[in-house]
């Protein structure tokens, strides 16, 4: 089965979500279920537009992400690792690992994204002692959103 592109980041008969429901821990995000998989393939493939300015939530869980930049350029946050990406860059999302992505003020950043079906609520700090763990440098404080 094919599903062909049909123009600025959308596809046929795929609808744009939200990114989650409600919430303020992210911002100018949407998704699209691009693939959804079963038997010897249990994934869903999808991808997410950044706004500029925007950002994914911060959190952990204990499924993986594999993670491919195909739109514009940002940042992303792996662990203790802030790194700048962008186009045709890879970024796996180990277990259990705090992560966040942004865009960068002036361009979107829109990934493909790589999940189990079956796969744990993501994570989010919930309390002081939470964020004390994420922030083991300063500049980890100044990126995070949350
Ligand atoms: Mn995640």
Redesign the pocket.
Known sequence: MITKHSGDFKWDNVDVLPYKEDGNHFKSITRQVLFCGDGDLPVEFRYFDVGPGGHSTL?K?VHQ?AVMIIRGKGTVMVGDQITEIGCQDIVH?PPLTW?QFKADRDDYLGFLCIVNHDRDR?QRPGTGSDVDEICVSEEIREFIRY
């Open positions: 959190e869980h992400h999302i992560h993501p």
